[in-house]
């Protein structure tokens, strides 16, 4: 984490790729859409300064998946009282948790259960609203069409600001304007970065934005993704509860 953000503050000179950042960018949607199967972690950190000090929720996703569809999927959102999403799909059927209401003084309504979608893409469209971590970096893991689209159609200006070390190793950080409306809107948008490895896996992404709850809060936004592409994965954890 403190590397990553030590990236915002470094400019390393200019970038001396000789491919664009749309192809960068294309060709790490490419890698995660052709991956056979995925294991890893994504930390969502989300920060919020205001006058009084500053607070930070840690959401963290665990992911093991293998094509065509099994999944193992939890996230947990680190809290005073944490919050536990699953979602588990053995090939036939998958279960996904409840909302938390329903499952109150019931623990037998605390999944629910629908024939397993017959591709890894097709799971999300099942729980979008349910996921405590809607972002890229979950939609690039299960590679779903919808999720991606809705958060790329809202970036312009894509471009490589530049080429920074992270862990010892040369990385493109890419940079764009991502509106605040659901759709490519320049007037009203945050810059945003994103972290891409030479072997086109996505490292991370970050923004800052500013919000207004009873006074402006400085908000950062960051993702640190550590998924790893083709990788031997758990199969035991596929298995519905």
């Known amino acids: 984490m403190i590397i990553i953000l030590s990236c915002f503050l470094l400019s390393l000179g ?4 000789t491919e664009t950042a749309q192809e960068i960018f294309n060709k790490m ?3 995660y859409h052709q991956a056979n199967s995925i294991k890893g972690s994504i930390t969502f950190n989300q920060t919020g300064k205001f006058s ?18 099994f999944v193992y999927f939890e996230q947990i959102r680190k809290s005073r009282e944490p919050l536990v999403f699953k979602a588990i799909c053995d090939g ?11 499952a109150q003084g019931d623990p037998r309504k605390r999944y629910l259960y629908e024939p397993a979608p017959p591709t890894l ?12 971590d809607r972002s890229l970096p979950v939609a690039l893991a299960l590679y779903n069409p919808y999720e991606i689209k ?4 809202r970036l312009t200006d894509l471009s490589i600001h530049d080429e ?20 490519a809107s320049p007037e009203v948008s945050i810059p945003v970065f994103f972290y891409i ?5 996505l490292l991370g992404v970050a923004w800052e934005e500013t919000v207004m709850f009873q006074e402006k809060v400085q908000v950062t936004n960051q993702w640190i993704v550590k998924l790893e592409l083709n990788a031997k994965v758990d199969e035991g954890l596929f298995k519905v509860p």
């Open 52 to 69: 009084g000090g500053s607070a930070t929720t840690t959401t963290i996703t665990n992911i093991h998946a293998k094509k065509p569809n």
């Open 29 to 31: 949607l490419s890698r």
């Open 121 to 132: 893409d097709g799971i999300l469209n099942v729980f979008p609203t349910l996921l405590l």
């Open 150 to 153: 809705l958060i790329t159609s």
């Open 14 to 17: 200019n970038p001396v790729s």
């Open 92 to 102: 036939k059927q998958l279960a996904y948790s409840a909302p938390p209401e329903w």
């Open 164 to 183: 920074p070390e992270l862990d010892g190793k040369k990385v493109w950080r890419l940079s764009a304007k991502m509106s605040l409306l659901e759709r």
């Open 197 to 201: 490895s030479k072997n086109y896996e």
